[in-house]
């Protein structure tokens, strides 16, 4: 196993992911969480299974929300966001893969080798001189290479980044010549400052990148909404499907269905990663593009149909099987009632479900009125007796739960059911009093879903 370094992006609306997508993506490449072994610390010795840090805070978000859930802490008790880590040390088996887990990632920065950790540069020049000669040989000497100097939570300064290298010019000496373009090594330099007002460097980190977003860029921008041509009211974010993508494990063959698929925007993430899609909904207008769609005004005019397919038509994705129903009565239901075999063949759920304007087709005082608790908690109890009779064990359910700020714990109790767990939480703070959970279930791999 190698011990690598993961550094996260502290995105202000997914930063309760972080840890979340993180270690899905190392279940998805065959990694349990004892292998991974994720924390804080380089040194494994210092792994620990410890929840809390010494301000007796949960040092998850996973593992804050789960104690609410079950009613054994607080509010008081979640991380402060100033004090959120974004450097996570893990195993992996290669480096290989290690690069498939970032490639993946939507969150991930870079990935680092780290040589040495410090708190001034005599200390780490000391230790590079003293420990790491064969890295040096290996990765500098005689290589093209550059410098990336990074401050988080600190200001970046380029004359204290030139005066960084000049205090260990003894070590770049020995390295071949700099290329900022096409370096062969990209050496990592990144002070971490305290989050609060005293800006005190906590420790430097000095390494060498395995990968990072220069290699390979933000991949899936090319689907984000300001590039589709067809865009409806209540499309999913882009980088949010990803990342839900992502916590749902889903892979090449994967059976992916969204019951409310809307304009299907978690179909689009999903399919890209070479998903099997089906989707439905029960408001033909949302299917069809009446009155609802329109086409993008960033781009050029275009003839193009306002549907559902439009957009995996323009991006030369296969089309998923979308059906109109209502999931109060599927048609998904008939066919588990059938005697035709094996009866669980979705692979994950992702869904963002219509808690406002697409709620009900019928009641039309409840379409526009988001905060009616009986609507929410009926979609739910709804989504999850779908999940549990149509996931394979072990497959996801990844969904939106919307909630007001002062109700997060009744919230969290309609996530209660007897053979859905609760993998992962994370809220996004929205307009006003409200956000939303993402939230990850898993099928347990021990139940009978001849019973549900």
């Known amino acids: 196993m190698v011990r690598l370094l993961f550094w996260m992006t502290l995105n202000p609306d997914y930063n309760e992911l972080i840890q979340p997508e993180l270690e899905s993506l190392a279940t998805l490449f065959g990694l349990n969480s004892e292998e991974f072994k994720l924390s ?18 949960y040092r998850s978000f996973d593992d804050y929300y789960k104690a609410l859930l079950s009613g054994n802490t607080t509010e008081e008790t979640k991380i402060a966001k100033n004090k959120q880590n974004v450097f996570y040390y893990a195993n ?10 970032f490639d993946r990632s939507i969150l991930l920065k870079g990935v680092i080798d780290v040589w040495v950790e410090g708190q001034s540069y005599d200390e780490i020049m000391q230790d590079i001189k003293c420990n790491h000669e064969k890295r040096i040989d290996e990765t500098l000497v005689n290589k093209r290479w550059c410098a990336k100097f990074n401050c988080f939570n600190g200001k970046n300064d380029q004359g204290r980044q030139v005066a960084i290298l000049e205090e260990m010019s003894e070590l770049f000496d020995m390295a071949g010549k700099v290329d900022i ?26 390494g060498h990148y395995i990968r990072d977003r220069c290699d390979i860029g933000y991949w899936w921008d090319k689907y984000s909404l300001t590039r589709r041509p067809i865009l409806a009211p ?32 978690s179909l689009i993430a999903a399919t890209h990663l070479g998903a099997i899609c089906f989707g439905s909904d029960i408001d033909m207008r949302i299917l069809k593009g009446w009155s609802m769609a329109h086409h993008n005004r960033n781009l050029p005019p275009s003839e193009l149909q306002k549907n559902a397919y439009t957009n995996f038509t323009f991006y030369n994705l296969c089309h998923p099987d979308i059906l109109r129903f209502d999931n109060r009565s599927t048609v998904w239901r008939g066919m588990l009632q059938s005697d ?29 009125d988001t905060a009616d608790d009986g609507i929410v908690d009926s979609l739910i109890e709804n989504l999850l007796s779908i999940a549990a009779s149509m996931l394979v064990p072990g497959g996801r359910l990844v969904f939106l739960l919307p909630t007001k700020n002062n109700k997060i714990v009744e919230t969290l109790q309609t996530l209660r059911h007897a053979t859905l767990h609760v993998l992962h939480l994370g809220l996004q703070s929205l307009a006003g009093d409200a956000s939303r959970f993402i939230v990850t279930l898993t099928k347990s791999n021990k139940c009978n879903t001849a019973s549900q």
Request: hydrophobic content about 40%.
């Open 40 to 57: 804080e610390y380089k040194d494994v010795s210092h792994f620990s299974n410890n929840p809390f840090d010494e301000n007796g805070c």
């Open 92 to 101: 992996v088996p290669s480096i290989d893969t290690a690069i498939a887990i």
């Open 181 to 206: 373009k096409n370096p062969e090594t990209k050496i990592a330099i990144i002070e971490q400052y305290e989050g609060d007002s005293s800006k005190h460097m906590e420790k430097i980190f000095f």
């Open 234 to 265: 209540t499309t999913l974010d882009n980088m949010l499907a990803f990342i839900m993508a992502n916590l749902a494990l889903v892979k090449k063959g994967s059976v992916v269905l969204d019951p409310f698929v809307g304009s299907a925007g």
């Open 340 to 368: 035709s075999g094996k009866r669980e063949w979705v692979d994950a759920i992702i869904a963002d479900p219509p808690y406002g304007i697409r709620a009900s087709a019928k009641n039309r005082r409840l379409l526009h």
